[in-house]
Nanobody, 125 residues
């Protein structure tokens, strides 16, 4: 049974930083892994933030470029999202996703096999 457990969400001030973690159990960050971070703000659709493939290729939403960094530690089976220079518009529930059969990295929301339960990030001014 695959479980993805996010952590690291918190309430921070504008300009602050957070590092989100997604610990995977039952899913190995092996030769073909594909993982991603998504977020959903109240009243909005879930959107892709960043994604990473096993070969190290990454992709970011325009809103995340230059501020967020996605990385993975396959020895710990853990995905990370380092978020710097946070803005109020980054406020959302952040979800990690794993195992997409093709087209990785991608910000598309569809065809991910596994999702975590989410962690809340709140940025206040």
């Amino acid at each position: 049974q695959v479980q993805l457990v996010e952590s690291g969400g918190a309430s921070v001030q504008v300009g602050g930083s957070l590092r989100l973690s997604c610990a995977a159990s039952g899913y190995t960050l092996g030769p073909d892994y594909c993982m991603g971070w998504f977020r959903q703000a109240p009243g909005k659709e879930r959107e892709g933030v960043a994604s990473i493939a096993r070969n190290g290729d990454t992709t970011y939403a325009d809103s995340a470029k230059g501020r967020f960094t996605i990385s993975a530690d396959n020895t710990k089976n853990t995905l990370y999202l380092q978020m710097n220079s946070l803005k109020p518009e980054d406020t959302a529930i952040y979800y990690c996703a794993a195992d997409r059969p093709y087209g990785c990295p991608t910000l598309r929301r569809t065809e991910w096999a596994y999702w975590g339960q989410g962690t809340q990030v709140t940025v206040s001014s």
